[in-house]
């Protein structure tokens, strides 16, 4: 069964930096691209970030651009999202949806990650 589990989000203080990886089971990891999502509440669910599943191509949302960096590791069916220069609006659940052949459709939510930027 498809299973996506995100993790690595905590409460940081503005400027601060968050690792968040995601760990894929029950799919061909390799074969799928995957995306961050994210919701702060209130608000509609937005892409922060895609990778191809050759890992050689990367989209970002342009409010994420030069901050946030999208990886992945096949052989271990993770991939990860390194966040930089966090800002109280980065503030919400992260999700690491699998897609097939691009970045949309999101073909499974997992659980998610809180990431809370706060003083």
């Known amino acids: 069964q498809l299973q996506l589990v995100e993790s690595g989000g905590s409460l940081v203080q503005p400027g601060g930096s968050l690792r968040l990886s995601c760990v894929a089971s029950?799919?061909?990891?390799?074969?799928?691209?995957i995306s961050w999502y994210r919701q702060a509440p209130g608000k509609e669910r937005e892409r922060v970030a895609c990778?191809?599943?050759?890992?050689?191509?990367?989209e970002y949302a342009d409010f994420v651009k030069d901050r946030f960096t999208i990886s992945r590791d096949n052989a271990i069916a993770t991939a990860y999202l390194e966040m930089r220069t966090l800002r109280p609006e980065d503030t919400a659940v992260y999700y690491c949806?699998?897609?097939?052949?691009?970045?949309?459709?999101?073909?499974?939510w997992g659980q998610g990650t809180q990431v809370t930027v706060s003083s």
């Open positions: 990778i191809s599943n050759r890992n050689d191509i990367t």
């Open positions: 029950g799919f061909t990891f390799h074969a799928y691209y």
């Open positions: 949806p699998p897609s097939v052949a691009s970045c949309e459709p999101a073909l499974r």
